[in-house]
């Protein structure tokens, strides 16, 4: 399973660190996708991560901004999020799917999912 914490209040221009802890599988053996559903809108990538994390991947609306990373020694992923906009307002989740040779874009590919954990960006 995955576990996302993290989100909270924060004013325009601020930041946040999302963590998801995994357990229960070989988490080195798993890309990881950072999702968000902003109210009234569809859920969208923001980050991909390959299960290395050697190679990452940016939505543009955050490029610049978010930075995702890993640590497989603590089966945790992070999002840094800095310069925090009230468009990034959302039910930040994350995502582990089982593909070792880079990251993973299809929804449908990812086995687990976290709980979700939300972000407010006040004006």
């Known amino acids: 399973q995955l576990q996302a914490s993290g989100g909270g209040l924060v004013q325009t221009g601020g930041s946040l660190r999302l963590s998801c802890a995994a357990s229960?599988?070989?988490?080195?053996?798993?890309?990881i996708g950072w999702f968000r559903q902003g109210p009234g809108k569809e859920r969208e990538g923001v980050s991909y991560?390959?299960?290395?994390?050697?190679?990452?991947l940016y939505a543009d609306s955050v490029k610049g901004r978010f930075t995702a990373s890993r640590d497989n020694a603590k089966n945790t992923v992070y999002l840094q999020m800095n310069s925090l906009k009230p468009e990034d307002t959302a039910v930040y989740y994350c995502?582990?799917?089982?593909?070792?040779?880079?990251?993973?874009?299809?929804?449908?590919?990812?086995?687990?999912w976290g709980q979700g954990t939300e972000v407010t960006v006040s004006s």
């Open positions: 995502a582990a799917a089982p593909f070792r040779f880079g990251v993973v874009i299809a929804t449908d590919e990812y086995d687990y």
């Open positions: 229960g599988f070989n988490f080195d053996d798993y890309a």
């Open positions: 991560l390959s299960s290395s994390g050697d190679t990452t």
